[in-house]
RNA sequence: GGCCUCGUGGUGUAGCGGUCUAACAUGCCACCCUGUCACGGUGGAGAUCGUGGGUUCAAAUCCCAUCGAGGUCGCCA
């Protein structure tokens, strides 16, 4: 070892001794004879002090040393004058008196401060990632992760999961995601598919026998990138058999809740986490992830306003459509151009405009007021809950578009009053979602989740009628603060049932053969009951580590546009590459 | 694929038709300084304003295209 202590461990109790730190010039302070400097590593910072009349030497050496050299220095451990404490520093009481200094390696200017936090162009972070990793933040995000995933596989295993590996060389599925593929060299023409999740192979462990599974799973899937989507990106993928819903979620709520205890305890949940319907969440919230760290829930005043003379509204209404509000504390006094600017965030979730109310002492104002009654504006008033000073924020349209316009609106009013503690994590259940949904463009009835998934034993029935729509999954999200955390669902273990939800996929029964021939044959070895869900590891981390985006939680992401600046991926194979993989590539013009 | 935001010394910003021979902060270099911890002081170097066209007597500034980054819709069973 080239040091015997770490830059984050010394205390008074080690005065007098003899030490040798290794690490990053951090910063250093320069009185000429007498030199501070900031010795960090990813334990901490340690000051080392030299004074040129007692150690000339080295002295000497740091006198060169500059920001983000690699330096070894001996000295002795000094408690700190009394007035040269820092109380920011939990080493902060002693100092190391360097006797000899060593510059291991010297640093170009770095194009990031390191000892600061800066603002960066992301694409300069991403370039130099190894730099940006060597900051606070980043290292604090990433000694995080590993205690969470440390945390995870002990819990789990002290409940008597197994982790097991699955292939990352696997076949393509149909549907869902686009794959990434990986061409045969033995097979000319065919590829393999990287895992958009161990899906498959967790339900196939379960027929094994391996009742109780999980893995720290890696999936990848080519689509467009978000602020919460990579190309690949982390699960916790669980399966379990003899169970049933409620089991799951039984087992993955105190998993949160004492995974938040031990890595974030400054953090707090509600307990036990609210459960919603998938309806109530979308009537309520106009989403399926909602943030329940406050209110601004919507209203329906479609009754209301169904007798008014705006047209917008009852034109809505006749369609089909909805009206939907809701009441926005303090805001009424927004201007013109504020309450223009509400139109655009509504935009943004779909719908076409939003339309506003404020709330005066002396009754309410607004372009729209002069089209309703004083009976029906005070029955809004009412419904709504609103006081003198408050805004009512109307979106009418279609279901989908008021629900994700009055999504966008809601978050938006939440960001700009500060309504959501940042210390709490909102975990709730989202159940009971929906078997299909309509394809607005084509009329026809999708599945909504992937195939595996069990309808809801209460509506069996109505789906042997053929009524798709009540149809509920047996399918179960866990969200928070907004986002979509883990999905699962019981899937199906019955060969029969499974092979009329395959037939329902647009699929000769050729090709449903060939795709998922091994899970009909699967089934009728003895498959157990079973079901599952997988928590996002990389959202769940961005949340405990205040971070709008996964990124930040991810020691080598890849940019937007799926590249990695600093290793240059994608890049072309050479020609020799080519030929072994059988593979011509036509770039288009 | 659509829409929106951003791109100016190493880094972050200002400047938004002429006063720009581009400003400020920080970093960098040199010198001074024995108790700093965002040390302080003095001096200095460092940018053809992402790239390419165009408009204009004149472009960092206006227009078009393009490249790069981010956000979002589509997409993500």
């Known amino acids: 070892m080239l040091r015997t202590h770490t830059c984050g461990e010394l205390r008074p109790l080690q005065a007098g001794e003899q030490v040798t730190l290794t690490g990053w010039l951090n910063r250093r302070r320069d009185f000429g004879t007498l030199i501070f400097i900031d010795l960090r590593d990813r334990y901490g910072i340690t000051q080392v002090v030299v004074d040129s009349t007692t150690s000339p030497e080295a002295h000497a050496v740091l006198a060169e040393a500059r920001s983000e050299y690699v330096l070894k220095i001996v000295g002795m451990v000094r408690v700190r004058p009394e007035d040269g404490r820092n109380t920011n520093l939990p080493t902060g009481e002693i100092e190391v008196v360097a006797q000899q200094a060593e510059i291991l390696n010297p640093s170009k200017q770095p194009p990031l401060y390191i000892a600061k936090e800066g603002n960066e162009d992301e694409a300069l972070r991403l370039k130099y990632r190894y730099l940006d990793l060597r900051r ?3 290292q604090r995000n990433i000694i995080l992760r590993h205690q969470t995933i440390k945390f995870i596989r002990d819990w789990m295993s002290a409940r008597g999961f197994l982790e097991i590996e699955t292939p990352m060389l696997m076949a393509s599925t149909p549907e869902g995601a686009r794959d990434y593929l990986v061409p045969s ?8 598919a990287l895992p958009q999740s161990p899906q498959q192979l967790k339900q196939l462990l379960m027929v094994a026998g391996f009742d109780k599974y999980f893995q720290i799973a890696r999936c990848m ?7 919460d989507r990579q190309p690949e990106f982390t699960q916790l993928d669980i399966e379990m058999s003899f169970v049933e819903q409620e089991d799951v979620l039984q087992l993955v709520e105190p998993l949160m809740t004492e995974l938040v205890a031990a890595i974030v305890p400054q953090k707090h949940v ?3 986490f609210p459960r919603l319907t998938y309806y109530e969440a979308m009537e309520r919230f106009g989403s399926d992830k909602p943030d329940l760290r406050y209110g601004l829930e919507l209203v329906n005043v479609g009754e209301i306003v169904s007798e008014s003379q705006f047209v917008v509204f009852t034109q809505a209404l006749a369609n089909g459509g909805q009206v939907k509000a809701i009441r926005v504390p303090g805001c009424g006094n927004y201007t013109r151009k504020q309450l223009d600017e509400l139109s655009e965030v509504a935009r943004t979730g779909g719908a076409k405009a939003a339309a506003t109310l404020s709330i005066e002492a002396a009754g309410v104002k607004g372009s729209i007021a002069k089209f309703f009654t004083p009976e029906q504006t005070a029955a809004l008033v009412e419904t709504l809950g609103g006081e003198p000073g408050d805004l009512l924020v109307f979106v009418a349209d279609n279901k989908d578009a008021v629900a994700g316009g009055l999504d966008k609106l809601r978050r938006e009013f939440a960001r700009r009053l500060n309504l959501a503690d940042p210390d709490l994590l909102a975990f709730a259940w989202v159940v009971d979602f929906p078997m299909f949904e309509l394809n607005h463009e084509t009329g026809v009835w999708d599945a909504q989740h ?4 069990m309808v809801n034993p209460a509506d069996v029935e109505k789906l042997n009628r053929n009524e798709l729509e009540g149809v509920r999954a047996a399918a179960y999200d866990l969200v928070c603060n907004g986002y979509e955390l883990a999905s699962g669902s019981v899937r199906i273990h019955d060969r029969a049932i499974q092979q009329r939800i395959f037939d329902r996929l647009p699929y000769t029964p050729g090709e449903i053969q060939r795709r998922f021939g091994h899970m009909l044959e699967a089934f009728e070895y003895g498959a157990p009951p079973h079901a599952g869900i997988a928590p996002g590891i990389d959202r769940v981390l961005a949340l405990f580590c205040d971070e709008d985006n996964i990124r930040e939680v991810i020691a080598f992401p890849k940019t937007q546009r799926a590249e990695d600046l600093m290793m240059h991926s994608p890049s072309p194979a050479t020609e020799k590459q080519l030929r072994e993989l059988h ?6 013009a």
């Open 221 to 227: 899937r080519d689509e467009d990138l978000r602020a």
């Open 450 to 453: 992937h195939p595996f998934c």
């Open 185 to 192: 060299r033995l097979h000319p023409g065919e590829f393999y």
């Open 136 to 138: 606070a933040r980043m």
């Open 270 to 272: 509600l307990s036990p």
């Open 583 to 588: 593979l011509d590539v036509k770039v288009e």
